[in-house]
């Protein structure tokens, strides 16, 4: 399955940054996290079964009055053995329901004795809202929050559900999915195990060639310093100026947050958006901080050859079987 064509299309200005708190976390902060949880008022949109699978449409609220639509699938034995949860996150242009055609993922997940939930991200298509608009109104940084904190409120929700093993929950994420994987276990610790696929934005990799051209495309930003011919480092600078907690967000440091739990990093070989090299870099800096806790075996990388921006059934096996190795299903 091809993940997704471009991380952001979009368009940056810049706004104005709250002032930390003191105390806070300079993360939360630079994303514009709030520490307020509204009554989820969770409600059953849709539900339906396939052989002894049972498929939900659900929604619950996020920040006032934002409803948050979820995709959930768990087998009949959940409802008198909870199982353990996968959340799962797709590209920036896919919905949740491309989780289950084309790629089969959300069902075949839940044979295998898992709950799995999928959301859809803020500015998509089953959402109101303009991506652009909000942009510029809000920074990207505080758009990314927004994203974050909607998967902090799933997590909230699936406290709630008596199918769900909320003590036992697991992210996968693809390509702008595998990079909010990142962020949100590096916020929230209720996130027990983690698969990153062609997420890893390490910034300092990622600005050394042509790659930030691709993934920021569609921004004025980067349209102006393409225009100017600047090379990728002097890009980085005009990024970071832009965005202030820009470097907060690299996954060399969001990987560092996450240790000692495990870990699995993913790309292709072939990747022009996450390539090895990216990949490889931020694994490295995990890597430091899991042998120094002597967690080594919880860390794991892996470049899959002969493989773009995609999601193939290689990748789908060995992300299984990491939930099932750390999440306690056989």
Excluded at 108 to 127: C, E, H, L, M, P
Excluded at 166 to 171: E, F, L, S
Excluded at 179 to 190: G, K, T
Aim: net charge neutral.
């Amino acid at each position: 399955m091809r993940l997704v064509s471009l991380f952001f299309l979009i368009l940056p200005v810049a706004c104005a940054h709250n002032e930390p708190q003191s105390g806070a976390d300079p993360l939360r902060v630079a994303l514009h996290l709030p520490h307020f949880h509204n009554p989820l008022d969770a409600r059953m949109v849709k539900t339906w079964r396939h052989l002894d699978l049972v498929f939900e449409q659900v929604d619950f609220q996020g920040r006032y009055k934002q409803r948050i639509p979820a995709l959930i699938c768990y087998s009949e034995i959940a409802r008198t053995k909870p199982q353990p949860v996968i959340i799962c996150m797709p590209g920036s242009s896919n919905r949740k329901e491309d989780l289950l055609q084309p790629l089969d993922l959300i069902p075949q997940w839940a044979k295998k004795g898992f709950f799995i939930i999928s959301i859809d991200r803020k500015y998509t298509v089953n959402r109101v809202g303009d991506l652009g608009e909000a942009v510029r109104q809000k920074g990207l940084l505080k758009v990314w929050g927004e994203y974050v904190y909607d998967l902090i409120c799933a997590l909230d929700y699936l406290q709630t559900r008596r199918e769900a093993n909320a003590q036992h929950i697991g992210m996968l994420g693809l390509s702008m999915g595998g990079w909010e994987a990142l962020l949100l276990a590096a916020m929230d610790q209720r996130v027990d195990v983690v698969v990153s696929v062609a997420g890893q934005l390490h910034w300092e990799e990622v600005f050394k060639g042509e790659a930030w051209q691709v993934i920021f495309q569609g921004l004025d930003l980067r349209r102006e310093l393409v225009e100017n011919q600047v090379s990728g480092p002097e890009a980085l600078e005009a990024f970071r100026r832009a965005y202030p907690g820009l470097y907060l967000t690299d996954a060399a440091q969001l990987v560092q947050r996450i240790a000692p739990r495990p870990l699995l990093l993913m790309t292709g070989s072939e990747d022009v958006f996450i390539a090895p090299m990216t990949t490889q870099k931020t694994h490295e800096s995990a890597a430091m901080v899991y042998r120094k806790m002597g967690m080594e075996k919880r860390l794991g990388l892996w470049i899959a050859p002969d493989t773009g921006h995609s999601f193939p059934r290689s990748m789908q096996e060995r992300s299984l079987a990491w939930f099932e190795r750390w999440l306690g299903v056989r």
